[in-house]
């Protein structure tokens, strides 16, 4: 109400007349019947303030213009509800797509990661193998060499107690023959005295 007085003030006191905007300064559309506010009614309180029926109308055409130039201005940038619907069930189409992929990848992986690993296990399995096999050889061939050594020992000391058993023979004989010659010598001596 304080707008339309002013508006009132202003044409009373500036003797101004209102005419028609100029087609150049708004957008050049086609009747619309579908007013943002009831047009009627309003020029009807801009006469009830004291305006004649032409500025009222004018003021009444030019605010309808200037608000249907604000309505489509903001509903340029929005997007109708049947839009937003489509594109929310897209994202959702999409998401659920994304979704499947990402479990179909993990499970791929999930299945690659344990073949890899059964893998490596049987690998490892291999390996144990190799190295028991390859330390039962090894034992194998540290006990022969061991045994051989212990009969190369065997024979060696066989061999030396033969020596020996020889060399004490030889002494037992020698000292049995000097024994003999010092006795022939004890009984030479006497004769001969």
Known sequence: MANILRLKHLFNNQKLTLSLPSPRLFHSTGVRADFHFDTHHFVQRLEREGLNRAQAEGIMTAMAEVIDESVRNMTHNMVTKPE???????QKV???QLKSELQLMEKND???TKAETERLVADIEKLKQRLREEVA???AGVRLDLNLE???MRDEASAQELKIR?????IESEIANL???IQASKVVKPTLL
Do not use: N, P, S, W
């Open 179 to 181: 024994r003999t010659t």
């Open 166 to 170: 020889e060399v004490d023979t030889r």
């Open 150 to 152: 212990k009969g190369r």
């Open 137 to 139: 050889k090894t034992q």
């Open 94 to 96: 999409d998401f659920a």
């Open 84 to 90: 937003h619907e489509k594109h929310q069930y897209t």
């Open 110 to 112: 999930l299945a690659k």
